[in-house]
Structures are given as structure tokens and as C-alpha cells.
């Protein structure tokens, strides 16, 4: 199974450095913003099984032409005492490599879980013991504090926290919308989007490309939020309570939370003000790349190719 080893390899290559990089940069997200999240979220889950099955592949070549041969033939191995299959070092430490990568991915991205899960928990009871609910939306807490923040706390019990600043400097309809944001963070659970690409750039933290995919999503989901808001408000009201809490903020939103002036703001504003024109055949193009790249990803491995 060397051949489609290789192509695996090339792959997972070629998704990681040129792909992402042209998707970052790519124009036609602003068009279709949840058509390219689902194509990044297609590229970050294909690279890795990618690089994770070119790698194993390789180790278990001697053992047979695909994966579930080889794994045939290593439980054989092990059911008559030999727990090495008789592979040599060079394969064993392949072997090896496939598994430590695997438990890097996997282990970093559940200590983000863990981690963000406890930080939103502290902050959840920070916010139910300081604040006070919001007399037009019940699961809106307002804070006394006077910086103009608007932010949400995703989880199970997740909810929408608002300053008095923010309440001062916002307008009714502006507050109206911002909370119509907000809530489709909450609604659409954002958080478990965006939170993959935090581990990925966790614990590939070297890779430009990897960093740049963490700030693309992270800008994507912001869009993908303003357009559902706009559902229920005027696009320029939107966009006037984005210009002023972006113009007034002062800091960053609390860890783990999806904050209105988190993301590029007056990209954010033109494109509520000047709406792109949709295109279903990029969105049908995008979901196709998608599959097709996970499926080749997961599939080959379990291929037989001539060299």
C-alpha cells in the first residue's frame, strides 16, 4: 500500500500549506461565509486523517496492501505472541509516529474542551452572582460595568451578557440586534466550530497556515452570525451597533467567549452595509470539496493501488 500512502501523504501536504492558504486569503468567502466554513472543517478533518493514514500506511506496508489487511495480519501476529508482527525498526517506528500524532491531536483538543469548559463555567457563576437580568430578554445578564462589551458564553446553560456600558452606548433596535447576534451564536453552537481550529493551532503552533485557518473561521462565524441576525433586524442597524462597540471597545472579550468586536469590525460593517451577491454554484462547490476531500481521506487507506 506504498501508492496510496504516497498520494495520502501528498495530500495532506498539499491541504495544509497551499489549500489553506488559498482558502484563508480566498474573496469568495465574504459571498457564502457557511459554505466556507463547512469546506474548511472538511480541509482540517481531511489533513489530518491525511497525514495520520500516509504515516501508518507506510508502517504497515509489509503486512499487506491495505489497512484492514494489515491489521488482519498484525492481530494474528499478536494472537501467536509476536506483539511487533515481525515489522522492522524502521516501519515500527512509522508505526509509532502514526500514534503519537494521533494522541497529540486527539489529547490537545480534549484539554481544550476541558479547559474552555471550565473557564466559561467560572465565568457563568462570576456573571449569575454580579449581574442582573435584562428586563427585554430573561436570558440576557447585564453587567455593571462601563466598557461597551456584548459577548455570549456558549455551553449548555449558555446565555448572552451585556454592560451597562453597551446598554448606554446602544440604542434600542441597536441592542435588539446585537442580542439577535449573539443568540445565533448560542443557537448555532459556534463555540464547537471554531474550538477544533483552536486545538489545531495548538498543537501545530508552527504552521502559518494552521494559525491563518483559526482566524479565518473565527471572522466566518462572525458573518454567519450577522446574517442570521439580520433575519429579524435592518442590516444597518446591525451594522451601526457593530461600528460603535468596535469603535469603544477596549479589550479583549472574556476566554472562551464569541464577542461582537472579536472579529475584523469594519470588514464586518461594509458587508452589512453592501451585501455580496450569494452564488449557489460556490456553495454547491464548496460542499462537494468538502465530501470529496474526507472521503478520499478516509477511504484510501482501505484501497489497494499499484505503485
Known amino acids: 500500500m506504498i501508492a496510496p500512502a504516497i498520494f495520502l501523504g501528498m495530500l495532506a501536504v498539499v491541504l495544509v500549506l497551499p489549500a489553506a492558504h488559498w482558502l484563508a486569503a480566498a474573496r469568495w468567502t465574504v459571498r457564502e461565509p457557511r459554505a466556507a466554513l463547512v469546506l474548511w472543517q472538511g480541509l482540517g478533518l481531511a489533513s489530518g486523517l491525511a497525514a495520520l493514514g500516509a504515516v501508518l500506511m507506510l508502517g504497515l506496508s509489509p503486512l499487506g496492501s491495505t489497512v484492514g489487511q494489515a491489521a488482519g495480519a498484525w492481530l494474528v501476529a499478536v494472537g501467536h505472541g509476536d506483539l511487533t508482527a515481525r515489522l522492522d525498526p524502521i516501519h515500527l517506528l512509522l508505526v509509532s509516529l502514526a500514534v503519537v500524532l494521533f494522541s497529540r491531536l486527539v489529547g490537545v483538543l480534549l484539554m481544550s474542551i476541558v479547559r474552555t469548559a471550565r473557564t466559561r463555567q467560572r465565568h457563568r457563576e462570576v456573571v449569575d452572582l454580579v449581574g442582573v437580568p435584562y428586563e427585554r430578554d430573561r436570558s440576557t445578564t447585564v453587567l455593571d460595568h462601563p466598557d461597551a462589551v456584548a459577548y455570549c458564553l456558549p455551553g449548555v446553560r449558555g446565555r448572552v451578557v451585556l454592560t451597562a456600558g453597551a446598554m448606554e452606548l446602544l440604542d434600542t433596535d441597536e441592542l435588539d440586534a446585537v442580542l439577535l447576534h449573539e443568540h445565533a451564536h448560542l443557537s448555532e453552537r459556534h463555540d464547537l466550530v471554531v474550538l477544533p481550529f483552536n486545538a489545531w493551532t495548538a498543537a501545530l503552533p508552527w504552521l502559518s497556515a494552521v494559525r491563518s485557518a483559526g482566524s479565518a473561521v473565527r471572522r466566518l462565524v462572525e458573518m454567519v452570525a450577522d446574517d442570521r441576525a439580520c433575519f429579524g433586524c435592518e442590516r444597518h442597524v446591525l451594522a451601526a451597533a457593530l461600528a460603535r462597540l468596535g ?31 450569494r452564488s449557489p454554484l460556490i456553495r454547491r462547490f464548496a460542499y462537494l470539496a468538502a465530501a470529496l476531500m474526507v472521503a478520499l481521506a478516509m477511504l484510501l487507506p482501505w484501497v489497494a493501488l499499484p505503485l
Not at 254 to 260: D, K
Open 247 to 277: 469603535s469603544a471597545a477596549r479589550g479583549s472579550a472574556p476566554a472562551g467567549s464569541l464577542a461582537v468586536a472579536e472579529a475584523a469590525v469594519l470588514d464586518r460593517v461594509h458587508r452589512l452595509l453592501t451585501p455580496p451577491g
